[in-house]
T-cell receptor, first 113, second 112 residues
Framework: AQSVAQPEDQVNVAEGNPLTVKCTYSVSGNPYLFWYVQYPNRGLQFLLKYITGDNLVKGSYGFEAEFNKSQTSFHLKKPSALVSDSALYFC???????????FGTGTRLQVFP | KAGVTQTPRYLIKTRGQQVTLSCSPISGHRSVSWYQQTPGQGLQFLFEYFSETQRNKGNFPGRFSGRQFSNSRSEMNVSTLELGDSALYLCASMSGRHNEQFFGPGTRLTVL
């Protein structure tokens, strides 16, 4: 069965420093992976996806993610964090040949000035 | 293009009542999915509709139901509300299979 794990409930980083939000996955076939961000009292905003191709995926707002098949990971990264990046981040995997998404538990990112 | 819209944004009901939530997808999107978000269970898939047909269903009791209309707008209904149904209900639309889903702002349901 497909699953997604986000091992860190919270990540703290100083503004201007690089940030990484971790995600590992378990799928039975080829992984379709997504990152979403949620600001308070808002829905989820799509950041980026991996379907196939280059292992480094670039997305919105300067975020990128690195797909690593051998480590079954899809970590979200940004070279220089902004205070406005503070939010809740979700990793998700598509289930089999459906469009149902399974989400991780979320990681709260706090960027301090 | 306007994004996914959901109405109402906030709702307060009492146990035993029923509720209907509405979702209007992005223009041209024919797939609509619903998710429930709670602090304890996180984000959980409810169901997905495409061309007025339910394509996938999550592990929720039969009290949760949905439908999609010919204009792709969707509604979900929860009957005999329980306290545990208090949650943020998110709707998402998608332009085609295997693409990313775009989420609405959600409906915050509180059951007293």
């Amino acid at each position: 069965a497909q699953s997604v794990a986000q091992p860190e409930d919270q990540v703290n980083v100083a503004e201007g420093n690089p940030l990484t939000v971790k995600c590992t996955y378990s799928v039975s076939g080829n992984p379709y992976l997504f990152w979403y961000v949620q600001y308070p009292n808002r829905g989820l905003q799509f950041l980026l996806k991996y379907i196939t191709g280059d292992n480094l995926v670039k997305g919105s707002y300067g975020f990128e993610a690195e797909f690593n098949k051998s480590q079954t990971s899809f970590h979200l990264k940004k070279p220089s964090a902004l205070v406005s990046d503070s939010a809740l981040y979700f990793c998700a995997v598509r289930v089999d040949n459906t469009d149902k998404l399974i989400f991780g538990t979320g990681t709260r990112l706090q960027v301090f000035p | 293009k306007a994004g996914v819209t959901q109405t109402p944004r906030y709702l307060i009901k009492t146990r035993g009542q029923q509720v209907t939530l509405s979702c209007s997808p992005i223009s041209g999107h024919r797939s609509v999915s619903w998710y429930q978000q709670t602090p304890g269970q996180g984000l959980q898939f409810l169901f997905e509709y495409f061309s007025e047909t339910q394509r996938n269903k999550g592990n929720f009791p039969g009290r949760f139901s949905g439908r999609q209309f010919s204009n792709s707008r969707s509604e979900m209904n929860v009957s005999t509300l329980e306290l545990g149904d208090s949650a943020l209900y998110l709707c998402a639309s998608m332009s085609g299979r295997h693409n990313e889903q775009f989420f609405g702002p959600g409906t915050r349901l509180t059951v007293l």
